[in-house]
């Protein structure tokens, strides 16, 4: 990967020799692995067999969890929020692991839609809940800084899982728990 960040900064026209980009392949090498740490992780070891007995049904939210991607179409970043809910079934889960799954899926080469997506699908299958809801929104770099250089748009994304889906009360209040 180091060779491959040289050959780029070679072909926009820079000096590999230059002080301040001798070693830059190696960070921007360094910098990529961290960026998509998320391949190198599995559910398992993010739950980490968090999962606690609860006889709780109403609605569990995390709200405002930052998160960073990159964009699997330009590999520019988008940088935002994610709204957690979920309605327990006797299980509930560790509150940090929600964050991490919501890391683990936006650390990896994405769109915004399906990372909301995947992010659902997963605390879904984790805690059996009786309805899921994850709305994200997001800036993305490659619409602010490229494209069409729009510095004040973001884009909202959802997936409603079961009651969140099928009972609008349950979709309002989710809604109206996570405004400010």
């Not at 991490?100 to 399906?114: G, K, S």
């Not at 699908?121 to 997001?138: N, R």
């Amino acid at each position: 990967m180091e060779k491959s960040f040289a050959n780029i900064i070679s072909a926009i026209g820079e000096d590999l020799n230059r002080p301040g980009l001798a070693d830059t392949p190696a960070r921007a090498a360094k910098a990529f692995e961290f960026l998509n740490r998320g391949y190198q992780q599995s559910l398992d070891e993010v739950v980490n067999d968090a999962l606690f007995p609860s006889d709780n049904d109403e609605m569990v939210i995390v709200k405002d969890i930052e998160l960073y991607s990159l964009c699997e179409h330009h590999l520019l970043p988008f940088i935002g929020r994610c709204h957690v809910a979920y309605l327990p079934t006797g299980k509930v889960l560790g509150l940090s692991k929600i964050a991490r799954i919501v890391d683990m899926f936006a650390r990896r080469l994405q769109i915004q839609e399906n990372l909301t997506k995947q992010i659902a699908d997963t605390i879904q299958q984790v805690t059996g809940a009786s309805g899921v809801g994850v709305i994200i929104e997001a800036k993305h770099m490659c619409m602010m800084m490229r494209g069409v250089e729009k510095q004040n748009s973001s884009m909202k994304t959802s997936v409603m899982l079961g009651h969140f889906r099928n009972k609008a009360h349950t979709r309002a209040e989710f809604l109206s728990l996570i405004r400010d």
